[in-house]
């Protein structure tokens, strides 16, 4: 069974610019949630999809948007990238739809925004 | 605003038992989860519910607005962030604590 992955591991942008980030969900899990994890913080859930929709989102503008694709696999944008952006991205796949809160996370996504 | 608060840091010998508190404000969530981060590595579930539990060496307990996890015999390799998240009932998301970094002494 493969988990979560996450692609790429680090990545810098120019402020101003787009940036993707990819999420491969573990095995058999349906659901897709988005954290972003500042320095020193905990993850702040950005948002989550189901069935190829947006499911629930948390207080983040809409410059942040994402996909979620037949095969569960999933992308986060990110558009006129800040400084503050910078930080670590979280995919979390969970099984069963979004009745299930046991998520399993990926290993993230370094983003630095200079 | 609605939070999850738990310690900065933890200090503990080799066999010790470490507890990690954690309480929360937020009004409509129930379960606890407590996740293990190794930096670069995934964040990884120890143990969760509504009730106390056991997995492992690890043990949480449960009241409505706190939860412990205790790791029992504590290694040097245990040595890491642990994060306590609560489930936000009809919301789609778990809420973070900051982290507890746990050092461990040989």
């Known amino acids: 069974e493969t988990g979560v992955t996450q692609s790429p591991t680090h990545l810098i942008k120019t402020r101003g610019q787009q940036v993707t980030l990819r999420c491969s969900s573990q095995?058999?899990?349906?659901?897709v949630s988005w954290y972003q994890q500042a320095l020193g913080q905990g993850p702040q859930f950005i948002f989550q999809y189901y069935r190829e929709e947006e499911n629930g989102r948390g207080n983040f503008p809409p410059r942040f948007s994402g996909l979620q694709f037949p095969n569960y696999s999933s992308e986060l944008n990110v558009n006129a990238l800040e400084l503050d952006d910078s930080a670590l991205y979280l995919c979390?796949?969970?099984?069963?739809?979004?009745?299930?809160?046991?998520?399993?996370f990926g290993p993230g996504t370094r983003l630095t925004v200079t | 605003k609605d939070q999850v608060f738990q310690p900065s840091t933890v200090a503990s010998s080799e066999g010790a038992v470490v507890e990690i508190f954690c309480n929360h404000s937020?009004?409509?969530?129930?379960?606890f989860f407590w996740y293990l981060h190794f930096p670069g590595c995934a964040p990884r579930l120890l143990v969760k519910?509504?009730?106390?539990?056991q997995q492992g060496r690890y043990n949480m307990t449960y009241e409505r607005f706190s939860s412990s996890l205790l790791i029992l015999q504590v290694r040097e390799a245990d040595a890491a962030v642990y994060y306590c998240a609560v489930e936000v009932c009809n919301d789609y998301k778990l809420s973070f604590g900051a982290g507890t970094t746990v050092t461990v002494r040989a």
């Open positions: 519910g509504s009730k106390p539990s």
């Open positions: 937020v009004s409509n969530a129930y379960n």
């Open positions: 979390a796949s969970s099984p069963l739809g979004a009745a299930s809160w046991e998520q399993y």
């Open positions: 095995s058999g899990h349906n659901t």
